[in-house]
């Protein structure tokens, strides 16, 4: 089955600088690729995602890049403020199911 | 809208009890999924309905784990003689089934088992 390896565990940054996180998979018919953000004591949410049929999808300051051949996506914040603290999961799902699977989570911290 | 919503928020039980967690999905979503987060761990996929098709029940740790949809709707999360190990955050999603796969996320049901 499909699984998912995150990168890194936590990862902390200067305010303003940009943070990189990293994931990879390992079936190939994966196809849909979505970044979730957990707030301490919340759900996850959704806050972007990306198609096997792109490379690279922004959304303000969030960006995610795809590369099918290497089979990693990764997630890029730039000008990073203390409301980007959170746990980051990456996932991805097999063409034709529904299920996701979601790496182990990176845990962001951003230093005034 | 109302989102998705799961009850109890939080429960504690004692080892050997059985437990019932409840999610109510947001309306009109045919797909619901069942995860646990241990504590600073990732989300592990438990369970996952879609309409009236079978459940991909392949997630269930155990054969004290079952959930049933009943209507389509609610989700029932039923764990069985609990354990210690069983102590974690259950969360709940749902999504169409129309071509969106975003899952939208319950706020979870943190279950302590002493």
């Known amino acids: 089955g499909e699984n998912v390896e995150q990168h890194p565990s936590t990862l902390s940054v200067q305010e303003g600088d940009s943070a990189v996180i990293k994931c990879t998979y390992s079936?190939?018919?994966?196809?849909?690729f979505p970044w979730y953000k957990q707030e301490l004591g919340k759900r996850p949410q959704l806050i972007i995602d990306i198609r096997s049929n792109v490379g690279e999808k922004k959304d303000q300051r969030i960006a995610v890049t795809l590369n099918k051949t290497a089979k990693h996506f990764s997630l890029h914040i730039t000008e990073t403020q203390p409301e980007d603290s959170a746990v980051y999961f990456c996932?991805?799902?097999?063409?034709?199911?529904?299920?996701?699977?979601f790496g182990q989570g990176t845990r962001l911290t951003i230093n005034p | 809208g109302a989102g998705v919503s799961q009850s109890p928020s939080n429960k504690v039980t004692e080892k050997g009890k059985d437990v019932e967690l409840r999610c109510d999905p947001i309306?009109?979503?045919?797909?619901l999924y069942w995860y646990r987060q241990s504590l600073g761990q990732g989300l592990e996929f438990l369970i996952y309905f879609q309409g009236n098709s079978a459940p991909d029940k392949s997630g269930l740790p155990s054969d004290r784990f079952s959930a049933e949809r009943t209507g389509g709707s609610v989700s029932t999360l039923t764990i069985q003689r609990t354990q210690q190990e069983d102590s974690a955050v259950y969360l709940c999603?749902?999504?169409?089934?129309?071509?969106?796969?975003?899952?939208?996320f319950g706020p979870g049901t943190r279950l302590l088992v002493l």
């Open positions: 996932a991805a799902r097999i063409q034709g199911a529904q299920k996701l699977v």
């Open positions: 999603a749902s999504s169409t089934d129309r071509g969106r796969e975003t899952q939208y």
């Open positions: 309306s009109g979503h045919t797909a």
């Open positions: 079936d190939s018919a994966s196809n849909y």
